[in-house]
């Protein structure tokens, strides 16, 4: 599905530089569902940027469904982020004077749905994320858990292949937070959608099939085993 081969990514330059991703080389099949994990600091999100295609690695490769990505001009990258990939992050990025309903159905316009078929669409998710009776109410008429629950819905209704979730949890509860992980969980059995979490949170990390660990911008463990 995705595979980075040999990538670096510094930001700055001089003695300001941070080398935040070191000869990084990963690989994820679809279906597969990761966590990233690691102290503050060592790479994680760089990492899931540069995978995604939000930041332009300064060498290596970046290949989704066999494509590199990281030579696409801007449009072109674009256009597999829309039609391919999802992104949940820990502030929920929903339009504040959209309604819940609204806000998944934006993107699915963008991405060239018919009106009918983007309600239906938008309908559908919110179901599947529990939230149907919550599709006229607006981002401020909702709790932090049922925003996470639409942008997650958001995220997931043009069926990309995979799924980005940066800290999900970072801003709510403990019980909340489970109720996340379990539909990112639901959603990688559901859909085969290959799921990449960035946690800080070890619990959620070992709730995963396979946890990436990451130290001082390289990988040092992945699936159990220790990267030399
Ligand atoms: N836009 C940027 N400009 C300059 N340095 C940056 C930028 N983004 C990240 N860095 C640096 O790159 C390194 C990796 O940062 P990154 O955000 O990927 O770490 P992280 O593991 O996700 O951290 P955290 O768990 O605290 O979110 C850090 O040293 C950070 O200071």
């Known amino acids: 599905m995705i595979k980075a081969e040999q990538v670096n990514k510094t930001y700055g330059a001089g003695r300001e530089a941070a080398k935040a991703l070191r000869e990084i080389s990963l690989e994820l099949g679809k279906g597969e569902m990761a966590a990233v994990t690691g102290p503050s600091g060592c790479g994680k999100t760089t990492l ?3 995978l995604a295609g939000l930041e332009t690695p300064d060498n290596g490769t970046i ?5 590199t990505i990281n030579t696409l001009d801007e449009k072109a990258l674009a256009e ?3 039609r391919k990939m999802g992104f949940v992050f820990q502030s929920y990025h929903l339009v504040p004077v959209l309604s819940a309903e609204e806000n998944i159905r934006l993107p ?3 991405a060239g749905m018919s009106r009918k078929e983007a309600e239906a669409r938008s309908r559908e998710m919110l179901e599947l994320v529990g939230l149907s009776n919550k599709a006229g109410a607006y981002p ?4 932090g858990g049922q925003n996470q629950r639409v942008a997650i819905a958001r995220a997931v209704a043009g069926r990309p292949g995979i799924l980005f979730a940066d800290e999900p949890t970072g801003a709510l509860d403990s019980e909340t937070a489970e109720q996340i992980i379990g539909l990112l969980e639901m959603l990688n059995r559901q859909y085969a ?9 070890e619990r959620h990390a070992l709730r995963m099939p396979r946890q990436i660990r990451m130290f001082n ?3 040092v463990e992945d699936g159990g085993q220790p990267i030399c």
Request: hydrophobic share 50%; charged share 15%; no cysteine.
């Open 140 to 143: 401020s008429q909702l709790s």
């Open 48 to 50: 899931l940027h540069v």
């Open 217 to 219: 911008g390289r990988i």
């Open 193 to 201: 959608m290959t799921v990449l979490l960035v946690t800080h949170d």
């Open 63 to 67: 290949r989704l469904e066999g494509q």
């Open 80 to 82: 597999v982020r829309l």
């Open 108 to 110: 699915l316009l963008a």
